[in-house]
């Protein structure tokens, strides 16, 4: 008998206080596919991880689908759902994570929109869509020329990322988020002119227009970034943040800014970390009375797969496996380890694949699966499940959840 | 944090009438968790069930997700699920349930309350929230006393359910059940004023404080129960009735009051039955000519668990499993066995781990599962699915769902 309507989750009204901790380690893009050119293992499975196996063996097992069977996320879907969000309901726009994750501090009423610099021909067609990735260096230095560009009743900052990457951030009276990319996403094409994507985007992508031309003009000359490319127009969201929802203090201890920006708009601190595994479990050792929760975010991972280096995937995950013991000195009360989503190195792309998962506590069964990869954890308990009841999970075995109902 | 809308379930019209039989057999707070004191099993796995084993041999396992992952039920959600009723959406108050359990007969604009007889010290905090669990004659002429209380308006039966637990149950004309408990569910504190949760709560809690004041001048020499701690105050649902939904005659077969009412407000009948799972039985064989469901509650294994006693805990089910050939004799046609929810020993409480299923029909698969216990059964084919689904597979395997489409 399902149902007419589904009821509010009732987890707000089950959270209590508690002094445990949780730690949710994410090795981006984590999951793969057996590479037949690699004896048929996943790199999980080729890589040295002793104390990933030996944390295996005394854990509940499971795989996490990010969104739904078959869908492929992106990283904001991937890491809202592993926070605990449903990442359908809660969607944001890439302007948005990128300007959060270099502490611009984003106006509720900002159109925010990422920046890519690109190379175009005489012609004015695409020819690079990343521009040689120019140095932050130079990056920096355009993102100054382009502030001067004025354009009546706006006002646009024009922030460096990395490489080829910034953000444009429009401040004025009536903005929308309604406006099309100029991005094509392809080479060959001239980039796009900024259109409404519903009537009051209008204004807006006419402002767009009028900046994208000033722009162009100053970059003629600045080959090979002489052009530029905008997607992913976008107001920040206001979405229930996790001290109050999970009645969590967070931490977030993510070196690249796009996963700083996502869990700061879910309430997380950002703290200051440098790139290696060892950086941030340093940072969550010395932060460690401060908060009950961290989000461990390890990047490389994710740019192996990418990069379809099946070899660097699984060097990468053997670095992070030297890490855990410093998280298990610290004795959370709840460990998860897992990733955002699959990045098949055979693939070198994101994909839809469920994602290795699992919780060590006190409080859970070990499942007597002997190691840490695709496929001895099909013998785990928790079974295939969406990652937006994994923090439910953690919550439950931190005690941090009263009963439910009578 | 979940979604907007779901379509209707296609079931009630899939729903066919039939001759065959089906047992629920639940063992209340089946699930536990491995206890490193006791070998690292299970209560389950340690206990002696041959006949359990035997069943899980011919049997498809799985294990119940009592609500979503992470949630700890009480009885209500519990049950509800296996009834096939989605826990979040077929709320009950506790009063409800209580009242229900005493054959009570609730009108639809009664308010119910749990009551507890406690004992409070002179400046009436709490000492003890159970009155020292008073016998239920004490119970019952304390009750006696209390239903001459009288409160203009409001007409109150006070009703003895078992040692120190009573009911309450306020008739009058625009009662409302948003009124918070009185009972502040922890010791050295005074019993709370009732509040109003909603606005047309007002009045009606007004005429619960002046009720309770009452009973505490009857109460005041009565020690160790001399006061009163009331919660879950509700009024009777009105739910769809599984002889209509699931065309099927159905018994309860529960000798603990709160689950014959339970199962009363999805429209079963309470068979009279003694306390034995032996008792059980009997009613079943005496009354399987006239019903097609039977709900059989087995309530001392939660107990155990409750009282973190692993030894007595293996010890009901091994109870339960000589049992189990007098239900086998009767051939029904499909017979599950499962809990409502897990009760570890070592945690002493409910818990939120997904609950041992197995379902044994002549149309089923056999999973080549050697024993029922929680690690044997990751090798079942049900892997870990909704509570609330587990009826479906039971009408399915009694052949009484016609095909869906076309």
Redesign the interface.
């Known amino acids: 008998?399902?149902?007419?309507?589904?009821?509010?989750?009732?987890?707000p009204s089950?959270v209590l206080d508690g002094t445990s901790r949780i730690v949710l380690l994410v090795m981006d893009g984590l999951g793969d596919l057996p590479d037949p050119a690699h004896g048929g293992h996943t790199p999980l499975a080729a890589a040295r991880t002793p104390n990933l196996d030996a944390l295996a063996r005394r854990s509940a097992l499971g795989r996490l689908l990010p969104v739904s069977p078959g869908i492929t996320p992106g990283s904001g879907p991937g890491h809202l759902g592993l926070f605990?969000?449903?990442p359908?309901?809660?969607q944001i726009g890439r302007g948005v994570l990128e300007a959060t994750g270099i502490d611009f501090d984003l106006q509720p009423s900002d159109v925010a929109a990422r920046g890519n610099f690109c190379t175009v021909d005489g012609e004015g067609k695409i020819t690079d869509r990343r521009a040689g990735r120019i140095s932050t260096e130079v990056c920096a230095e355009l993102c100054a020329e382009l502030s001067k560009i004025s354009v009546p009743g706006v006002q646009a900052f024009v922030e460096p990322v990395r490489e080829h990457r910034f953000v444009l951030v429009l401040r004025g009276e009536g903005l929308s988020e309604a406006v099309s990319d100029t991005d094509p996403e392809r080479l060959g094409e001239k980039p796009l002119a900024a259109l409404a994507t519903a009537t009051d985007g209008e204004a807006t992508g006419k402002l767009v227009n009028k900046w994208t031309a000033g722009a162009g003009k100053v970059l003629a000359d600045k080959s090979p970034a002489n052009m530029l490319l905008l997607r992913g127009f976008a107001k920040r969201p206001s979405w229930?943040q996790m001290p109050e929802?999970f009645r969590l203090r967070a931490a977030a201890v993510a070196h690249y800014p796009m996963y700083r920006g996502l869990a700061k708009l879910v309430g997380m601190d950002a703290l200051p970390v440098g790139p290696k595994i060892e950086d941030s479990i340093a940072t969550v050792a010395e932060n460690w009375g401060r908060y009950d929760f961290f989000f461990v975010h390890y990047k490389y991972t994710d740019t192996a797969g990418e990069d379809g280096d099946y070899d660097r995937k699984a060097d990468k995950i053997s670095e992070v496996d030297a890490a855990i013991p410093g998280i298990i000195d610290l004795d959370p009360d709840v460990l998860m380890v897992t990733g955002d989503h699959s990045t098949p190195a055979i693939m070198a792309a994101h994909s839809w694949h469920p994602v290795p998962f699992m919780l060590r506590s006190k409080?859970?069964?070990?499942?007597?699966c002997e190691s840490f990869n695709e496929i001895e954890l099909t013998?785990?308990?928790?079974?295939?499940?969406p990652a937006?009841?994994?923090?439910?999970?953690?919550?439950?075995?931190a005690r941090r959840?009263?009963?439910?109902?009578?």
Chains 1, 2 share one sequence.
């Not at 008998?1 to 987890?11: Q, R, Y």
């Not at 013998?379 to 499940?385: A, E, I, P, Q």
């Not at 937006?388 to 075995?397: F, I, N, Q, S």
Request: hydrophobic share 40%.
């Open positions: 008998m399902g149902g007419h309507e589904v009821s509010e989750s009732p987890l089950l605990g969000y449903d359908l309901e809660y229930p929802t409080l859970g069964r070990a499942d007597g013998k785990g308990s928790l079974g295939t499940f937006k009841e994994a923090m439910a999970l953690a919550m439950a075995h959840f009263r009963k439910f109902g009578a």
